[in-house]
Structures are given as structure tokens and as C-alpha cells.
């Protein structure tokens, strides 16, 4: 998962989808009553059932089912799959609870599923029937936007953009700077990628958190972060599902118009990126290239961009060493995490000067054609830019004190 977008006043200063498997079988029956495989298969017809109401948008085949909340939610969402797959049943009479992965696709943006663990209570009536009383998400699994209340979906022309609790003019407003991220990106990236985004807009800070299935501290003032696999495949070598853009409307909201347009070009950058990037790339280079892009045409010099850097270089604080993956922690030190940004941000904006625009690209897919982290940089450095380590930090450090004393 990535992020970018610390609040800083009126300027502007993202990490993957959880997949939950359950696996094993818990089934229990009892007396007279059905057998426990077949109480789990009752259950899964019912699920099916219930998947093809989604999928159908048929309301009166959803209320079949059981309870009809969630449908509101999930109903104007563009699904090109959805589906249930029981893994356990836990029966208590006639109440049962289910556990179960439900993948779906967005139409026109997911080349795999999205696969998600859920938690269905169900009950059974006098003439033996299962109905759904409840879904949630699983334990430690991240909520689904339509578990915060109606989805409203605004689509643009590169991009689609899936609120709960937003007005339609403020998502309208989010469909604009994806649409103006997209050109961007693959202006400075090339076009070997989807060309689209997936944006979601939840009510508030704690509605971010619900989505990533983490505290709201460890996002307060990031305003936004996009999720995905790295790699752009998912296991067993299939497609990875697309990224999710996921906006923090509190933080977001502080932003002036650069930095909106910053943060959503960052995030967007994530996404084209994503297929090259793995366990060997760096966040001082995942960070800073898409903070590259992301400032690429606007103007904003070092000086602007980087005010804590600055302070630490003026100050005879000049970084040892490039940024760590550990300085980039949402809940560590702001100014740490502040200064790691800025040094990633540098550190390519002094490769496209100096070797070109071409040269970063390509230095950037050379890291993440490695694999693993071990020698990953340095094999990058050397093949493309046709130096070590050592002397790309000496000059990084001297780039700052140029760029920023």
C-alpha cells in the first residue's frame, strides 16, 4: 500500500489489498436436523442466489435471500462478477454462521478478482430454509465501501470514482483530477499500463481506516493511499486485481488545488507503476517517483517542496544516506516521514536532470526487474546510470545542498 499526501498547511507534502483465505471446513450437525454438509451446501445455494441478484440488480431476488441491508449500498456499483464461497459453517439450531470469500469485479477495471473474507449470519425457518440475517466483514479483514452506506458512483473518462456519504459535485470534483492524473502519468511513465483508476471517496477519516482495516491514527493527516499488489500479479502468477485509489476527505480537504492534483497524480502513479514494482524497489524510490511525476509540471521548486529537508540541510543536518523503508512509517515521526518523502522526491528529480527522463524510467524498471532487495540498487545504478552507490549517495547529498542550502 502507498501513500503520499501529508497535509502541510495549504501545500502538500499510500500500501496492498488484504486477502483473507479461511481455510478448513468447521461443521457441526446435530439430531434430526440436516447433515452438516448439507446445511453448508444449503448455505452455499443461498449465496449463489444471492450473488446473482447482485449481479442481476434485482432487488426482489435479493430480498429472497434474507435481509436487504446492503443492498442499497452495493446496488449502483458497475460489477462484472461477484461471488461467495463458503469455507466454514458454524450451526447453533436454526442459526448458523458462515464464513466466506466473496470476490467480485468492477466492470471495465479489475482483470482479477477482488477477494475478500466475509462473516454471514443466517437463520433457518420452520419449513427448513436458510436466509442471510447479516454480512460484515471478516475479523481483520478491511470493510467494503458499501458496508459504509450507498455507494454513489461518478464516472470520468480515465477513471471511476465510488463515494458513501458524499455529494455527487464533490465526486465529480475527484473524477476531474484522475482524469487530468491519467495524461500525466503516462506522459512521464509511457503507456504500458491500464490507463484508468478506481477512487473511493469514503464520509470520513475513520470511513478511510474502515476500508484498510487499520486504526484512523495511522492515517490522520495522510490524505490519501492507494492499495494493491506489488508486482501487478496476484499468486499463483494470475492478473492482480486493480488498484484502489482510497481518499482521506478530512486531510484531503486541507489540501490547496496543487496539492489536490499532487496527491491524486502520486497515487495514480502507484497504479501505472504497479507491475514494476516488488519486494527489490525501495520506498525512497517508489515514494519518490511517484512524487517525481506528481510535481513534474508544476512549477514547484526544491525550496517549496521541501521544507523539512531543507531545515535539516541549512542546519548542518545533511542526510547520511538515502531514506530507509522505515523512515516512510505513517505513525512515526512527521518530520521523519516528511524528510524521507522529500529525499525520494530529490533523489530522482536529480536522476532525470542529470541522466534524463528516460534514464529514471528505466532505472526504475532495471530495480524492480531484480526480484529482491539485495543488490537490486546497486545492479540498477550500475547498468544504468553507470555508477555505485556509494557515489550516487555522495552525489544525492551534494544535490541537496546545491538544491536546498
Keep these: 500500500m502507498a501513500g503520499r499526501g501529508r497535509v502541510r498547511g495549504s501545500g502538500v507534502p499510500g500500501r496492498g489489498v488484504l486477502l483473507v483465505s479461511l481455510a478448513g471446513l468447521v461443521l457441526v450437525g446435530c439430531g434430526g436436523r440436516p447433515t452438516a454438509d448439507t446445511a453448508t451446501a444449503e448455505v452455499q445455494r443461498v449465496l449463489d442466489r444471492r450473488a446473482a441478484a447482485v449481479l442481476r440488480h434485482d432487488a426482489r431476488a435479493y430480498a429472497t435471500t434474507g435481509t436487504r441491508a446492503g443492498w442499497a449500498g452495493v446496488e449502483a456499483v458497475p460489477l462484472a462478477a461477484w461471488s461467495y464461497e463458503v469455507k466454514a459453517v458454524r450451526r447453533d439450531g436454526d442459526s448458523a454462521t458462515a464464513d466466506a470469500e466473496l470476490s467480485y469485479r468492477i466492470q471495465g477495471y479489475d482483470r482479477a478478482p477482488v477477494t475478500v473474507g466475509r462473516t454471514l449470519r443466517l437463520t433457518r425457518d420452520a419449513a427448513g430454509r436458510w436466509a442471510v440475517a447479516s454480512e460484515k466483514p471478516a475479523k481483520k479483514a478491511g470493510e467494503q465501501l458499501w458496508d459504509q452506506g450507498v455507494v454513489t458512483v461518478v464516472r470520468g473518462e480515465h477513471s471511476l470514482v465510488l463515494g458513501a456519504g458524499q455529494p455527487v459535485a464533490r465526486l465529480r470534483s475527484f473524477a476531474r483530477l484522475a482524469d487530468d492524473a491519467v495524461p500525466a502519468v503516462s506522459a512521464a511513465w509511457g503507456t504500458d499500463w491500464a490507463g484508468r483508476v478506481v477512487v473511493l471517496v469514503p464520509k470520513s477519516l475513520d470511513g478511510m481506516a474502515g476500508l484498510l482495516g487499520s ?191
Aim: charged share 20%.
Design 215 to 405: 486504526p484512523a491514527s495511522s492515517y490522520r493527516g495522510i490524505a490519501a493511499v492507494t492499495t494493491g499488489e506489488t508486482g501487478g500479479r496476484a499468486g499463483g502468477g494470475d492478473p492482480a486485481p486493480a488498484d484502489r485509489v482510497v481518499v482521506n476527505p478530512e486531510a484531503y480537504a486541507m489540501l490547496g488545488s496543487v496539492g489536490r492534483q499532487v496527491v491524486l497524480t502520486h497515487e495514480t502513479t502507484h497504479v501505472a507503476t504497479r507491475a514494476h514494482t516488488d519486494a527489490a524497489t525501495p520506498l525512497w524510490l517508489s515514494e519518490g517517483y511517484a512524487d517525481w511525476v506528481g510535481y513534474r509540471d508544476t512549477g514547484r521548486t526544491p525550496r517549496q517542496v521541501a521544507p523539512e529537508l531543507r531545515s535539516a540541510v541549512t542546519g548542518d543536518r545533511v542526510p547520511a544516506g538515502l531514506p530507509t523503508d522505515a523512515d516512510f512509517g505513517f505513525s512515526g515521526n512527521p518530520a521523519r516521514l516528511a524528510r524521507a518523502y522529500e529525499g525520494g522526491w530529490l533523489a530522482c528529480r536529480m536522476i532525470a536532470e542529470r541522466w534524463g527522463e528516460v534514464k529514471l524510467d528505466a532505472f526504475y524498471r532495471a530495480v524492480g526487474a531484480h526480484q529482491e532487495r539485495a543488490g537490486a540498487v546497486e545492479g540498477a545504478l550500475k547498468g544504468v546510470l553507470g555508477l555505485s552507490l556509494e557515489r550516487f549517495t555522495a552525489d544525492w547529498r551534494a544535490y541537496l545542498r546545491s538544491q536546498l542550502g
